[in-house]
Structure formats: structure tokens, C-alpha cells
């Protein structure tokens, strides 16, 4: 598999943004992992076949501004994994997630 790697900005809440990506990549790829870092960016991986790599980009194109390191030929051809960071310009840099306590 090749790797890509995408970079993304989203100028929307970042609830609605994370459900509108996850969607997309449900369509065309598979996500294998993602990483939450605060409410300021989001790091995904996603495995996705030859022929589902330009539909992804041009849908995820559709709701972000997302750039890419490889050119547009390398981006087809190969199945692939893309390593694709999302920053929301939305962020404060202080999520807190409160953890429920268990009892036991």
C-alpha cells in the first residue's frame, strides 16, 4: 500500500465536521484509526482502493480545503493509506473530557 498524506482545514464546528468526514470516508475508504488532539485537530488513517482515492479527495474537497504532499498522478493507481490531519479554526485548545467515575 502507499501512503499519502492530506492535510485538512474545516471553518465548521468540529461535531459536525468529524460526522460529515466520517461519512465520506464510509463511502469510499475504510477508517482503520484516528486520534483526537484537543478540539483543535483530529489525525485519521484511512485504507482506501485505486479507483476510491480521487472520489474521496474531490468529496472531502467539497467540505474542507485539503491539500495533499503527492501530485495528482500519485494519488490513483495504487490502493492506499492516507494519513489525513484535520485542524478545525474553530478550536480553543482546552477540550475537557469528563470521565464518568465507575463504580466498583
Known sequence: ?????????????RLIA???????IN???ILLNHQLFSDVSISLVI?????????LWSALSEIMSVESKENA????GKDCTIFLNITFTQGKGDLIRD??????
Open 1 to 13: 500500500m502507499q501512503p499519502l498524506f492530506w492535510t485538512g482545514i474545516s471553518n465548521k464546528d
Open 18 to 24: 468529524i460526522d460529515q468526514v466520517t461519512n465520506i
Open 27 to 29: 463511502s469510499h475508504g
Open 47 to 55: 485504507e482506501a482502493e485505486a479507483k476510491s482515492i480521487q472520489p
Open 73 to 76: 498522478a500519485a494519488m490513483s
Open 99 to 104: 470521565v464518568p467515575s465507575i463504580p466498583g
